[in-house]
């Protein structure tokens, strides 16, 4: 009788064992992903993100936490599911620009035992087709921007800023709607709204036959400049004569002696001579509705070549969330400035 109670025991004891084992091994997760060309990889989903390595072509990843255009990105050989054991972000779209995903992990054993109980259990009867995943094809139409232009979050011109379209440059757009357009990278294949930059007014953007302009080609995010140095200079308003005015970004900063007062933003014109009034007062409109971030006070300072980057501004502007000019001043002493 002792004999068979320690048999039974210590079957229990290599069962429970074995299951412990299976419970234990690492469930599949995310997708691999075999890269096809160089792609950076962000300390944060952001494209002015510190970028801190680079995939190689040929290279193996494991990506999962897909969000707003951008996953997270691991060894393909990692096993734990947790978002703090990634290298980092890349963009969705500059990943499968090329790469290549390998199939679907398999499933452990025990999952597939399950499912083929459940399988057996039902019949072929209840069988629903599997999902496609969307298909690459020409979808939407190619358009360009007329000015500059920002592309937001949702259809509302409040939403969160996404990036900043230049005068001419080349966008795929479709999923028109209460007259904005979803926007897409220019070689876009997949008609998904997730894959999306974001969304544009139609009225500014035009078919590339009605752009006076030759358009440019959408260029690639550069890593973020240090603080010191002034920003890639963008082009602004353009006046009468067709000329565009593009300007450096100095820096941005906030009054910390007067917490509700407005954010201060300096930039630098690019122009060979100093602007009339009103021209100045266009210009500077124009960086405000570019550079301004969801219900920011936004003033704005601009300098004129070779003026000290801290010294005193040529104008400054202000205006009501509208746009309504609300504060418009410049100066006569810096009419010539050093160059």
Same mark, same amino acid.
């Not at 259809?155 to 969160?160: A, L, P, V």
């Not at 590339?208 to 260029?219: C, I, S």
């Given at each position: 009788?002792?004999?068979?109670? @320690?048999?039974?025991?210590?079957? =229990?004891?290599?069962?429970?064992? @074995? ?8 469930? @599949? ?12 990889? #962000? ?21 999962? %936490? ?70 690459? +094809?020409?979808?939407?139409? =190619? ?14 011109? $409040? ?8 005068? *001419?440059?080349?966008? #795929?757009? $479709?999923? +028109?709607?209460?007259?904005? %357009?979803?926007? %897409? ?18 009225? &500014? ?5 009605? &752009? ?24 602004? +308003?353009? +006046?009468?004569? *067709? ?25 630098? =014109? ?31 300072? @601009?300098?004129?070549? *070779?003026? $000290?980057?801290?010294?005193?501004? &040529?104008?400054?502007?202000? %205006? ?20």
């Amino acid at each position: 009788m002792r004999s068979l109670f @320690a048999c039974t025991i210590a079957a =229990l004891l290599v069962l429970g064992a @074995a299951v412990s084992g299976l419970a234990r091994e690492p469930a @599949a997760w995310g997708r691999v992903y075999t890269v096809s060309g160089k792609v950076a990889v #962000r300390e944060n989903p952001a494209e002015n993100a510190v970028q801190v390595r680079v995939l190689k072509s040929g290279q193996k990843v494991r990506v999962d %936490f897909e969000d707003d255009g951008w996953a997270a990105v691991f060894e393909p050989t990692e096993t734990k599911r947790s978002e703090v054991r990634a290298m980092g972000y890349v963009s969705l779209s500059e990943l499968r620009s090329g790469a290549r995903a390998e199939t679907a992990p398999r499933l452990e054993k025990s999952e597939k035992s399950e499912k083929s109980a459940k399988s057996d259990a039902s019949g072929t009867a209840g069988k629903k087709e599997p999902k496609k995943a969307p298909q690459a +094809q020409a979808f939407g139409e =190619l358009r360009v921007a007329d000015r500059n232009m920002a592309v937001r979050a949702g259809r509302d011109k $409040d939403s969160e800023f996404r990036r900043l379209l230049r005068p *001419g440059q080349r966008v #795929r757009v $479709d999923f +028109q709607e209460d007259g904005w %357009f979803a926007v %897409f990278g220019p070689d876009e294949t997949v008609r998904d709204l997730s894959r999306a930059w974001g969304y544009g007014r139609d009225k &500014y953007l035009v078919p590339e036959k009605d &752009y006076a302009a030759e358009p440019e080609p959408a260029a690639p995010a550069a890593p973020a400049a240090p603080a010191a140095r002034e920003a890639q200079a963008k082009p602004a +308003q353009k +006046q009468k004569d *067709g000329e565009a005015v593009a300007y450096s970004v100095l820096g941005r900063q906030a009054d910390q002696l007067r917490p509700l007062g407005p954010v201060v933003l300096r930039v630098r =014109l690019d122009v060979s001579a100093p602007p009339a009034p009103e021209a100045l007062r266009k210009i500077m409109r124009e960086i405000w509705k570019a550079e301004r971030r969801k219900n920011e006070d936004l003033q704005l300072e @601009a300098l004129l070549p *070779g003026m $000290d980057q801290g010294g005193l501004a &040529y104008g400054v502007a202000r %205006f009501h969330d509208d746009g309504r000019l609300k504060e418009f001043w410049w100066r006569d002493v810096v009419l010539r400035a050093k160059r």
